[in-house]
């Protein structure tokens, strides 16, 4: 049975330490401490649980944010313990998010993730709709746990327009769309309708095996982002190759498709 509902028991909360640590590999330096999110969730933000079959199994995490002079939900953390992972549970988490943030009063929910983190920019992308425009370098700095490791911790700004065409069609999507032909024209070629920018299938293991090489993919897609957005270009999908062991950003040129 899953349940997902607003945490509001002080034991869940402190439950959510051992989720991190779990679902990202964080250290004690990295946790989110229990006593600030149970005030984030008095006093305007919003902190929701999954529990299946009684047991609290992820979260998401947000905060009221401010940009530009419009207000949004700046969505701070999605987790799921490691050992409930690949069952949709982050999928189910960020679907009720949305819900509950539409009756709040808000149309627009933001956060950051790591470029090179191909299947999580699928979910996001592919899965939830976000587009993209804006990337940060190095926003935590070089960390110790799994998730900041090794390489600079640069980050896509995700944007989830919770209303648009978009985003009602894309959560309705599953499987990945596939890309018959590279599109050799296209990569890397800002001066197309449409561009691709290629990030390694599975960074982690890279990291593992060969840091020089994935730090070299940090550095280039960095160029690459940096180049696509100063030339108006949108993030709008991820595409896979024929045989799944590619893997590209999809991006459109914002004045081509308005």
């Given amino acids: 049975m899953i349940e997902l509902k607003k945490i509001k028991d002080i034991e869940d909360f402190k439950k959510l330490s051992e989720i991190q640590k779990s679902a990202w590999g964080f250290l004690d330096l990295d946790i989110e401490p229990h006593h600030l999110m149970t005030r984030v969730q008095k006093y305007g933000g919003l902190i929701q649980g999954l529990y299946f079959n009684g047991k609290l199994a992820g979260f998401t995490?947000?905060?009221i944010g401010s940009w530009e002079g419009k207000?949004?939900?700046?969505?701070?953390?999605?987790?799921?313990?490691?050992k409930y992972q690949t069952?949709?549970?982050?999928?189910?988490?960020k679907k009720a998010q949305r819900e509950e943030v539409l009756k709040m009063g808000y149309e627009i929910?933001?956060?950051?993730?790591?470029?090179?983190?191909?299947?999580?920019?699928?979910?996001?992308?592919?899965?939830?709709?976000?587009?993209?425009?804006?990337?940060?370098?190095?926003?935590?700095?070089?960390?110790?746990?799994?998730?900041?490791?090794?390489?600079?911790?640069?980050r896509l700004i995700a944007t989830w327009n919770l209303n648009s065409d978009r985003v009602i069609?894309?959560?309705?999507?599953?499987?990945?769309?596939?890309?018959?032909n590279i599109p050799e024209k296209n990569l890397e070629n800002f001066s197309q309708e449409t561009a691709y920018i290629e990030i390694p299938r599975n960074?982690?293991?890279?990291?593992?095996?060969?840091?020089?090489?994935?730090?070299?993919?940090?550095?280039?897609?960095?160029r690459l982002f940096e180049s696509a957005f100063q030339k108006d270009y949108v993030v709008t999908d991820i595409v896979f190759s024929k045989d799944k062991k590619r893997v590209f950003y999809k991006l459109y040129n914002r004045f081509a498709i308005l």
Avoid: C
């Avoid at 207000?71 to 490691?82: K, L």
């Avoid at 069609?169 to 018959?180: C, T």
């Fill in 203 to 222: 960074i982690r293991s890279l990291k593992e095996t060969n840091i020089n090489d994935a730090l070299q993919w940090r550095m280039k897609t960095r």
């Fill in 61 to 63: 995490y947000a905060l």
């Fill in 109 to 154: 929910i933001r956060w950051n993730f790591d470029p090179l983190e191909s299947m999580n920019a699928f979910f996001n992308i592919h899965r939830l709709g976000i587009i993209s425009v804006e990337y940060e370098n190095d926003i935590y700095g070089t960390g110790e746990s799994g998730l900041h490791k090794g390489l600079p911790t640069d």
């Fill in 87 to 93: 069952q949709g549970f982050g999928f189910l988490l």
């Fill in 169 to 180: 069609n894309k959560m309705k999507q599953k499987e990945p769309p596939i890309i018959e």
């Fill in 71 to 82: 207000h949004f939900i700046y969505s701070h953390m999605t987790g799921v313990d490691q």
